[in-house]
């Protein structure tokens, strides 16, 4: 009997983790949905347990390497840093991390560069805990705005930053005007970002569209945008000094994926710590994850990467 019940609990929660996939899309609304989702994740700490202070894909070198999980993490970022050419700024620099999630990057950017780091996020809960993170003698602070309507002034920022916040915003062309508007003129835009194929060139299959609608319910998603249409987004502002630079970063970034996956595997002392409910939670996004993995493997999705420097006065 007691077999019976061990063998019966993992499909009782398998079953319950499909249904609840199946049954509770997280269908972007507003921003108070992306807001709601995050504070709820911060909140229980299961993604910051398995993922660690950044909220975004590691860097697995090119060709990718095997790699701990929250090191290509860190290392993205200072993959990130070398490719936008900060690595050349000077300490004090100022910068404003859009879409800064709970401040790992920002942390990074200002010991290790010494740069004043502005982090903003939509969700409270994210504010909180990176302020909770950040030691009080980091050049790093955190506050509540909204990507599509950011509170500072025009030319607030020497560099605006921004790691994987694109998908989350409903209106991609506000969303570069914001990024430029408040950048100072000179100043570097720096964006990494999830994006599709352009399917104004090859238009979505008939297995693709599914899975793209998947991919944008389950996490909120409004719309990806390609690489090719955010960077003539970029451009089209007349912000821009000569071309905005571009760059594919799918396949050193591509091993996140899975890699994520195997730390709910790697990492059992998360089933104790969180118990039952924390684990059909992170079943319940398994095949999002899987989805992901299959649609960037694919080329229906693209690790994009920008760089753009705004137009001098």
């Known amino acids: ?106 942390r990074i950017l200002a010991r290790d560069y010494g740069f004043a780091v502005t982090g903003v996020t939509i969700s409270p809960e994210q504010v ?42 409903p209106d991609k062309a506000i969303f570069a005007k914001e990024l430029l508007r408040v950048l100072k003129p000179g100043g570097l835009l720096v964006v990494a970002d999830w994006n599709q194929r352009d399917d104004r060139t090859l238009p979505l299959n008939f297995w693709e569209k599914p899975v793209m609608r998947q991919l944008l319910d389950q996490w909120a998603h409004p719309k990806f945008a390609s690489i090719e249409e955010f960077a003539e987004l970029l451009a089209a502002t007349h912000w821009v000094t000569g071309e ?10 591509l091993p996140s994926w899975l890699d994520s996956i195997w730390q709910g595997v790697a990492r059992p002392a998360g089933l104790v710590k969180f118990g039952p ?25 693209r690790f994009g990467m920008f760089r753009a420097t705004k137009t001098s006065l």
């Open 277 to 301: 409910s924390g684990l059909l939670k992170s079943l319940r996004e398994v095949p999002t994850l899987l989805l992901m993995r299959l649609a960037f493997g694919a080329g229906l999705c």
């Open 1 to 106: 009997m007691n077999l019976l019940l061990l063998l019966t609990i993992p499909l009782v929660l398998l079953t319950a983790a499909i249904a609840l996939y199946l049954f509770t899309a997280r269908r972007y609304q507003s921003a108070d949905s992306v807001a709601n989702s995050y504070d709820q994740w911060t909140e229980d700490g299961i993604l910051e347990f398995y993922w660690g202070e950044h909220i975004h894909l590691g860097h697995y070198g090119m060709p990718p390497r095997r790699k701990d999980f929250l090191r290509a993490k860190i290392d993205f970022v200072h993959e990130m840093v070398r490719w936008g050419g900060l690595d050349r700024l000077s300490p004090g620099t100022t910068l404003l991390d859009v879409g800064c999630g709970i401040g790992g990057s920002s």
């Open 244 to 253: 905005v630079i571009t760059a594919d970063w799918t396949q050193p970034t």
């Open 128 to 169: 909180k805990r990176a302020q909770q993170l950040t030691p009080p003698d980091l050049t790093a602070r955190f506050q509540v705005d909204d990507a599509m309507a950011l509170s500072f002034p025009d030319a607030s920022f020497d560099v605006v930053w921004s790691v994987e916040a694109g998908p989350h915003m």
